[in-house]
């Protein structure tokens, strides 16, 4: 006879999560949370700090979303709690780890007093939430899993000490997950060697993600006629914000671009579209809530994500399922989910050259969209979910056989 399911209870631990003050933060780490309950087989609390810092005032902008932060909240029927923790200027990442940690350890003890004798941590992001969650793992002899999202190991693993801090983490990890087979490379460049190492991707919800009539969309979000083009994500220089303006002011002027998301750049990329003479032909949309993204994907031609180094970003899998090609940088695990051809076209890097090249060719190809959503359909998250339990399971089976 099979051994029976056992119910696995968790505390997500992630600075990289959704708040009602910042709703739209790390939302695909919820999202992955919301299908592992829903599958009955894990039961979890989030422990998700924020910086401590002293005025909501608007002005101070994301750092008043952090003291708007409510210490404690339930989300889709999952209790969160949001301790704070100190980041001192100029020194604070290199020892974020620790104050991390300590700032959470009480709130991990409460839960424990109240009954919760979770089974592990599910740590999201390598630096520094994943090495200050093998702390709080030794202090109450708990097994962790980290899950490695793309700029932890691609950006902050080449700064000395996070490249320290994240080996020692790895080698006192009880599982290591990986959303693509590079980030897996990376890590073992990185350490030199590999253990207990899982490539779990991202999943998709074609649910959520349905394929619409473009025409449609557009009349419900306003938007004029003509090719519109669509980035979708945090607005920052490494994600190619900029080559995606410049590319879209060497295009015909019926091509137009809408930037979805928030960010520092933001800003500057409107008074760049000033500068390049194409404030008409470019919408900062600024956040937009989950539930209205399928029609932003759908209202588009083409989704560009002309990024420095990624993961998978789950923009991808989104626009996929949406029927949307995509143009994007052949870089980090973006070549492993969408292989040029039927999906869209990969660059080499963000050459705005390049990228306005790869739009005309994928529009002029007037892609199927059936296809694509076809192609989607691979990384639904049921096979993602039962991997994750799977990983889960084993953890937890090991800790009970092991006390």
């Known amino acids: 006879m099979p051994a029976p399911s056992i119910m696995i209870r968790t505390v997500l631990f992630s600075t990289l999560y959704p708040s009602s003050a910042r709703p739209h933060h790390g939302t695909f780490v919820e999202t992955r949370l919301q299908k592992l309950v829903a ?236 500068e390049l003479g194409i404030s008409d032909r470019v919408l900062i949309a600024g956040p937009r809530p989950q539930d209205e993204l399928a029609a932003w994907y759908s209202a588009a031609s083409v989704l560009i994500l002309p990024s420095r180094s990624e993961g998978v970003p789950n923009v991808i899998l989104e626009a996929l399922a949406c029927g949307t090609p995509v143009v994007a940088t052949a870089v980090g695990g973006i070549p492993e989910v969408m292989p040029s051809g039927t999906s869209g076209v990969m660059v080499k890097g963000p050459d705005v050259a390049e990228i306005v090249s790869a739009i005309e060719d994928v529009v002029n190809g007037k892609p199927d969209r059936q296809a694509i959503r076809q192609h989607a359909r691979q990384f639904s998250w049921d096979a993602t979910t039962a991997q994750q339990i799977d990983v889960f399971e084993s953890r937890a089976l090991e800790q009970t056989c092991g006390t």
């Not at 207990?196 to 009539?213: E, H, M, T, Y």
């Not at 080559?243 to 137009?256: D, F, N």
């Open 39 to 274: 599958s009955d087989r894990v039961t979890s609390r989030v422990v998700a700090p924020v910086p401590w810092f002293p005025s909501r005032n608007p002005r101070f902008g994301e750092y008043a979303q952090f003291a708007a932060t409510p210490a404690h909240e339930t989300r889709h029927g999952v209790d969160v709690v949001h301790p704070r923790y100190l980041l001192p200027p100029k020194v604070g990442m290199s020892v974020a780890p620790v104050l991390l940690a300590l700032g959470a350890r009480r709130h991990l003890s409460r839960l424990l007093s109240a009954g919760f004798d979770f089974d592990l941590i599910d740590a999201h992001y390598y630096y520094p939430d994943g090495v200050a969650a093998v702390l709080l793992g030794r202090w109450f002899r708990k097994p962790v899993v980290i899950t490695s999202r793309g700029s932890d190991l691609n950006v902050l693993a080449e700064y000395r000490v996070p490249r320290r801090w994240i080996r020692w983490a790895y080698e006192r990890a009880a599982a290591s997950v990986f959303v693509s087979d590079a980030l897996k490379q990376k890590m073992s460049d990185i350490v030199g060697h590999e253990q207990q190492s899982f490539v779990i991707r991202n999943g998709v919800d074609l649910g959520d993600f349905p394929l619409r009539d473009r025409k449609e969309c557009k009349v419900q979000l306003g938007l004029e006629d003509g090719t519109w083009l669509l980035y979708a994500g945090r607005l920052t220089r490494p994600k190619g914000v900029y080559e995606a303006l410049q590319a879209v002011a060497r295009l015909p002027g019926e091509y137009k671009l809408a930037f979805v998301g928030d960010g520092i750049e933001a800003n500057g990329l409107a008074s760049a579209a000033r």
